[in-house]
């Protein structure tokens, strides 16, 4: 399943082997969910925060769950709903009539890992105050602000399928996630396993777990990112990740009917995701380099949600997904 397993352990740095431990631990409660568990690791190392878009009941919110679990640090999960407040996420100022002073009560956002659950579900406000303190990772109430801690990572889900009472995100705020991650339906062997690993759950309620785990520190996963910041990255790769963003501005370059159908490309932002997440794949999966292969297996996540169609594009029925595949094909590996 996980392929890159080959690479023998002994190999590994200290932070790489831990990395390996909980990507373990988490495939064995999320099964068959390889790729979304990849993904949550490598917005870890890349010091980014995700989105999961799936439909109901393909473990969103499991994965995520699992995963805080698994690293040191405090968890807050917030359902959103129609009704949530902006300030119900950063906090609100409370009056203490004692001494009739204000003091800060701190929202559901000062936490290491926030799980945004159901994301569309509440208006543009709330979904605003979220995307703000993800990217400025401070909050600002009154004239006072706030700083969110050191590891500070919002994982958001949300479900494709249902449109009505839900409210889709800002397209211009949207690049704040640095992995826009896709997961479908398990394959017929992984549902049957998923089946068993339910029922032992359901059987096993209020019994401890049998599986210990000794949660990642916050030091390793410091140390883990600092290695990936340093990890070798030839500079034809360079080129070639500056090419595949640049190629999302001047489509045109690349076929006419690129210059047709996007409106607008990729901001530096995409490409600083692209090196840190091409970096954090390379690490993860054992290697002391950069290859191709990781630049274009995590491409497709870090643009979908940073390019505008056209109306032209809409009405070709061509999704970013398609484009950002077309482009992939065009620019030039060196
Ligand atoms: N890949 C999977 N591995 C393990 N359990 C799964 C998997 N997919 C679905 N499940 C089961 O289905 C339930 C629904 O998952 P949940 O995380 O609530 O879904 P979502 O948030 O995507 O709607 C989980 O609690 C789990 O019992
Ligand atoms: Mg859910």
Same mark, same amino acid.
């Given at each position: ?10 190999s590994l ?55 805080s679990q698994?690293i040191?640090?405090?968890?807050h999960?917030i ?7 902006p ?12 001494d009739?002073s ?15 659950d ?7 406000k709330?979904?605003?105050? #979220?995307?703000?303190? /993800? *990217? ?8 006072? @602000? %706030?700083?969110l $801690? !050191? #590891?500070?990572?919002v /994982? *958001? ?8 009472? @839900? %409210?889709p995100? $800002? !397209? ?14 398990p ?12 029922r032992n759950?359901?059987?096993?309620k ?7 785990f ?8 410091f140390?883990?990112r ?15 990740l ?6 999302t ?24 995701a ?9 690490w ?7 290859s ?9 996540d870090?643009?979908?949600h ?10 070709d029925g ?5 484009l ?6 065009r620019?030039?590996?060196?």
């Amino acid at each position: 399943m996980i392929v890159e397993h080959e690479i023998p352990t002994s190999s590994l740095s200290p932070a790489q082997q831990d990395l390996r431990r909980l990507r373990q631990f988490v495939a064995g409660q999320v099964l068959g969910q390889d790729l979304l568990i990849e993904r949550m690791l490598i917005a870890l190392l890349a010091d980014g925060h995700i989105l999961v878009e799936g439909a109901p009941g393909l473990a969103k919110t499991r994965a995520i769950n699992v995963l805080s679990q698994g690293i040191e640090g405090d968890f807050h999960r917030i359902q959103f709903t129609p009704d949530l407040l902006p300030a119900d996420l950063t906090g609100t100022e409370i009056y203490r009539p004692q001494d009739g002073s204000f003091h800060f009560q701190m929202g559901p956002l000062f936490h290491n890992l926030v799980l945004a659950d159901e994301i569309n579900r509440s208006p543009a406000k709330v979904q605003s105050a #979220l995307l703000e303190a /993800m *990217a400025e990772r401070q909050i600002t109430v009154g004239r006072v @602000t %706030y700083g969110l $801690p !050191e #590891l500070f990572m919002v /994982m *958001a889900t949300q479900n494709p399928i249902e449109q009505e009472g @839900t %409210y889709p995100l $800002p !397209e211009a705020q949207l690049d704040r996630f640095m992995l826009y991650i896709r997961i479908g339906y398990p394959e017929t062997r992984h549902e049957r396993e998923i089946l068993h690993l339910v029922r032992n759950e359901a059987r096993r309620k209020g019994e401890t777990a049998a599986t210990e785990f000794q949660p990642l520190s916050q030091a390793v996963l410091f140390a883990a990112r600092r290695e990936v910041l340093d990890l070798y990255l030839a500079e034809s790769l360079e080129e070639y990740l500056l090419q595949l963003v640049l190629a999302t501005r001047d489509p045109g370059a690349y076929g006419a009917e690129f210059a047709r159908w996007l409106q607008y490309g990729a901001s530096p932002r995409a490409t600083i995701a692209l090196d840190r997440c091409a970096r954090a794949r390379a690490w993860l999966n054992g290697r002391d380099f950069v290859s191709p292969e990781d630049i274009q297996s995590i491409a497709p996540d870090v643009l979908r949600h940073r390019l505008i169609l056209s109306y032209e594009a809409e009405a070709d029925g061509v999704t970013p997904d398609r484009l950002i595949g077309e482009l992939l094909r065009r620019v030039a590996v060196p």
